[in-house]
């Protein structure tokens, strides 16, 4: 995957979009019923995203139906593994019980988690992060 290219995953009931914005900063997007096929790509994608100190990871998780429980169960591992090198793992959801999860991933995660269900907020968040970074926000694939 190349720096500020999107790359998209999609099967028949959900999909996801990764975007490398820097080195230490990554977006990705992950909307509609994602199965245990999403998990095996999370599991390929994302530890590539993950090489640096300092790490921070947004994940638009707004449009969000539902997931198997490897695509939960993946998500928890990768965080928590690679834990010292993040900074912070900022997670949008318009779902309580979405939210709920991320708050309980949180715990074993070193409290790195931070959750936003203000769409305007996130992108605000997102925004100051690639400015610390020197870098202008990203055009970020329609919902």
């Known amino acids: 995957m190349k720096r500020g290219e999107v790359w998209t ?3 028949e009931g959900g999909r ?3 975007l490398q914005i820097t080195d230490t900063l990554s977006w990705m997007r992950v909307t509609g019923r994602i199965s245990d096929d999403a998990a095996l790509v999370l599991e390929e994608k994302l530890p590539g995203l993950l090489t640096h ?3 921070e990871h947004y994940w638009d998780l707004f449009e ?3 997931f198997s429980n490897k695509f939960r169960h993946a998500s928890i591992e990768i965080t928590t593994q690679r834990r010292k090198r993040y900074e912070r793992v900022h997670v949008l959801s318009g779902s309580v019980l979405i939210r ?3 708050a309980a991933a949180g715990l074993p995660a070193g409290g790195m988690l ?4 203000d769409s305007s907020r996130f992108e605000e968040q997102l925004r100051d992060s690639c400015r610390t970074r020197g870098v202008d926000m990203p055009s970020l694939p329609p919902r």
């Open 9 to 11: 995953w999609s099967d």
């Open 16 to 18: 996801l979009d990764f």
């Open 53 to 55: 100190d300092g790490t």
């Open 64 to 66: 969000l139906d539902s």
């Open 100 to 102: 709920m999860a991320v």
């Open 114 to 117: 931070k959750s936003y269900s």
